[in-house]
């Protein structure tokens, strides 16, 4: 028996504001899409490297406010691609830790109120 890498279920309320956050600002891939209906919620797959996320309209999968640490081999040189997205896409500017949790890094918040923490091991 072996265990693998989990994905975390992010709660999102918005497709739009999810692609644009996700896929627009910070270069995720749309892997799959699934809905029951067309009338129904979202569930996504998204995807960056080897990031896998799963984005969710559906009650009950994920709850706001919820943190992914994820780690990043140049978390300075992801910060430089970050600060240059439009501030309409991000709809935030993040600072830059030197001592953060994990290593240096940063952390962003997407719309939906989950909190994306980048870092770099030593």
Do not use: C
């Not at 279920?9 to 896929?23: I, N, P, Q």
């Not at 910070?26 to 009338?39: I, N």
């Not at 970050?82 to 890094?105: A, N, S, T, Y």
Request: glycine letters at 10%; proline letters at 8%; a negative charge.
């Amino acid at each position: 028996m072996r265990l693998h890498h989990g994905i975390p279920v992010l709660r999102s309320f918005d497709e739009t504001l999810a692609r644009s956050f996700y896929v627009d600002a910070l270069g995720f891939t749309v892997d799959w899409e699934h809905r029951f209906e067309p009338e129904l919620p979202l569930y996504m797959q998204v995807s960056r490297d080897d990031l896998v996320l799963h984005l969710s309209e559906h009650f009950g999968d994920g709850s706001p406010n919820g943190v992914v640490w994820i780690a990043v081999d140049d978390v300075r040189a992801l910060y430089d691609e970050i600060r240059k997205v439009p501030f309409e896409l991000l709809h935030q500017r993040p600072g830059f830790e030197k001592d953060g949790p994990g290593g240096p890094g940063f952390s962003l918040g997407d719309p939906f109120h989950n909190m994306l923490r980048f870092a770099q091991p030593a």
